[in-house]
């Protein structure tokens, strides 16, 4: 059975990082990556990488998140730093194996 499962959520303050964790089991996915939903908004892209490494980042992160990923562990990060009140939101890890798999979430708050 493909699961992901995350962890790294917290409350931090302004200006402060977290760091991201999924590891999937089953088969490696052929992309993994990040969404984000804040209460009332539409769940989003965040980031984003293929099983050959390339990257993909929403405009919205100007620099500040870096996804990486290890194959070999079928897991994929998320490095956030100068986060900001509004990166607050429920962060989904995505996987994309002929179908699309997401975990279950995890709540980052950022306080001003």
């Known amino acids: 059975q493909v699961q992901l499962v995350e962890s790294g959520g917290g409350l931090v303050q302004a200006g402060g990082s977290l760091r991201l964790s999924c590891k999937g089991s089953g088969s490696m996915f052929a992309t993994m990556g990040w969404y984000r939903q804040a209460p009332g908004k539409q769940r989003e892209l965040v980031a984003s990488?293929?099983?050959?490494?390339?990257?993909n980042y929403a405009d919205f992160v100007q620099g500040r998140f870096t996804i990486s990923r290890d194959n070999a562990k079928n897991s994929v990060y998320l490095q956030m730093d100068s986060l900001q009140p509004e990166d607050t939101a429920v962060y989904f890890c995505?996987?994309?194996?002929?179908?699309?798999?997401w975990g279950q979430g995890t709540q980052v708050t950022v306080s001003s």
């Open positions: 990488m293929t099983s050959g490494y390339v990257a």
């Open positions: 995505h996987g994309r194996l002929f179908r699309d798999y």
